[in-house]
């Protein structure tokens, strides 16, 4: 099991940027993948970045270019920077790993991109 603590969303202007952590309770390297997913109202969850271990990292072509996923092993966490943000962008976003077969899930955080 893993439990994830998210933090780091809120409001910001178009064109800015937010970073997003998620620190998880176990050794990094002892998960398959970890990465983000956001969810808009009315919408269903999206992947919007992910690193895969041994595989590298994905990301959603609406956020190529503009967002960046990493992780830091010294503190079991992986971050997701958001810049050139746009109202589009507007979403719950969840922390997620998956070990084995296993998917588990943060609490959510809330972007929102509103002038």
């Known amino acids: 099991q893993v439990q994830l603590v998210e933090s780091g969303g809120g409001l910001v202007q178009p064109g800015g940027s937010l970073r997003l952590s998620c620190a998880a309770s176990r050794s990094i390297f002892s998960i398959d993948a970890m990465g983000w997913y956001r969810q808009a109202p009315g919408k269903q969850r999206e992947l919007v970045a992910v690193i895969r271990s041994g595989y590298g990292t994905v990301l959603a072509d609406s956020v190529k270019g503009r967002f960046t996923i990493s992780r830091d092993s010294a503190t079991n966490t992986v971050n997701l920077q958001m810049n050139s943000l746009k109202p589009e962008d507007t979403a719950v976003y969840y922390c997620?790993?998956?070990?084995?077969?296993?998917?588990?899930w943060g609490q959510g955080t809330q972007v929102t991109v509103s002038s």
């Open positions: 997620n790993a998956v070990i084995a077969t296993t998917a588990y």
